[in-house]
């Protein structure tokens, strides 16, 4: 059956869309009407799935993918006929026995092997990358309430590595400047946030990062001081969603003109 018109400036992808943030970002946007591509690790397992196909609108307008980070063109399919791409998937953990290959090389290889499944598609007019304060907060350098962290903030290798959560806040910064440097060189147009820890109300049925630390600390697991700034998930999705709109608005208005 042939699209109609205007079909293919409502089609979006999201990477890794079983998680927390990923789930609210498809939910929002089956809500707004959008068809929407969006993979997980395994099609077969249901509590990656079940969550999703659940969602009001997804009978009609979703599109599940198996995809894995580290398997080259293993993002092909999902992107096809996208406008506009939410790279979400990535691990969140904070340390491992081996945090090269269950932790940095999740994040920077799989960044770019989406990137690459991108740079293969002409529709796509942004992608929208999730990120972390992780990567730009450690930089040395002096943060005041006039400050403003841009795309040349990257947190340093020292300020990583006093980090407690080194691993990831090392995953995070690299994924984003491989990101950067990938985008600037094909052309792409890219968007990155950096949230903070995100809480909220749950889409899918597993407990995510943010909520396991709260939980944490109301239940006395945690007794050391604990510094952190909190988002909700709904505003963070919708903050994700509202990027992806403004760009395909953009475009729309200046072909008309």
Same mark, same amino acid.
């Given at each position: 059956? &042939?699209?109609?018109?205007?079909?293919?400036?409502?089609? !979006?992808?999201? +990477? /890794?869309?079983s998680g927390f943030i990923a789930s609210w970002v498809v939910k929002l946007l089956l809500q707004r009407g959008y068809i929407v591509h969006a993979t997980v690790r395994s099609l077969k397992d249901p509590a990656k799935t079940e969550h999703l196909v659940?969602?009001?609108?997804?009978?009609?307008?979703?599109?599940?993918f198996e995809a894995n980070l580290m398997d080259e063109g293993s993002f092909d399919s999902a992107v096809q006929k996208c406008h506009g791409v939410f790279h979400i998937a990535s691990p969140v953990k904070m340390d491992s026995p081996n945090p090269q290959e269950d932790i940095i090389d999740p994040a920077v290889?799989?960044?770019?092997?989406?990137?690459?499944?991108?740079?293969?598609?002409?529709?796509?007019? &942004?992608?929208?990358?999730?990120?972390?304060?992780?990567? !730009?907060?450690? +930089? /040395?350098?002096?943060?005041?309430?006039?400050?403003?962290?841009?795309?040349?903030?990257?947190?340093?290798?020292?300020?990583?590595?006093?980090?407690?959560?080194?691993?990831?806040?090392?995953?995070?910064?690299?994924?984003?400047?491989?990101?950067w440097k990938f985008v600037e060189e094909k052309g792409i147009d890219m968007v990155s946030i950096n949230p903070a820890i995100v809480i909220g109300p749950f889409v899918q049925q597993s407990l995510n990062y943010g909520a396991s630390v709260i939980l944490g600390l109301i239940n006395g697991l945690k007794s050391e001081p604990i510094n952190f700034l909190l988002i909700s998930g709904f505003q963070y999705s919708f903050t994700h969603m509202h990027i992806c709109i403004s760009v395909s608005f953009f475009h729309n208005n200046y072909r008309a003109g």
């Amino acid at each position: 059956e &042939r699209e109609r018109a205007g079909e293919m400036e409502k089609r !979006v992808c999201v +990477t /890794g869309a079983s998680g927390f943030i990923a789930s609210w970002v498809v939910k929002l946007l089956l809500q707004r009407g959008y068809i929407v591509h969006a993979t997980v690790r395994s099609l077969k397992d249901p509590a990656k799935t079940e969550h999703l196909v659940s969602l009001n609108g997804a009978k009609e307008r979703l599109h599940l993918f198996e995809a894995n980070l580290m398997d080259e063109g293993s993002f092909d399919s999902a992107v096809q006929k996208c406008h506009g791409v939410f790279h979400i998937a990535s691990p969140v953990k904070m340390d491992s026995p081996n945090p090269q290959e269950d932790i940095i090389d999740p994040a920077v290889k799989g960044t770019l092997n989406v990137l690459n499944s991108c740079a293969k598609v002409s529709s796509i007019r &942004r992608v929208i990358l999730s990120s972390s304060t992780a990567a !730009v907060l450690r +930089t /040395g350098r002096p943060l005041t309430k006039e400050t403003v962290v841009d795309e040349t903030w990257f947190s340093t290798l020292e300020g990583c590595e006093a980090s407690p959560i080194k691993w990831y806040a090392l995953s995070k910064t690299m994924a984003e400047a491989a990101a950067w440097k990938f985008v600037e060189e094909k052309g792409i147009d890219m968007v990155s946030i950096n949230p903070a820890i995100v809480i909220g109300p749950f889409v899918q049925q597993s407990l995510n990062y943010g909520a396991s630390v709260i939980l944490g600390l109301i239940n006395g697991l945690k007794s050391e001081p604990i510094n952190f700034l909190l988002i909700s998930g709904f505003q963070y999705s919708f903050t994700h969603m509202h990027i992806c709109i403004s760009v395909s608005f953009f475009h729309n208005n200046y072909r008309a003109g």
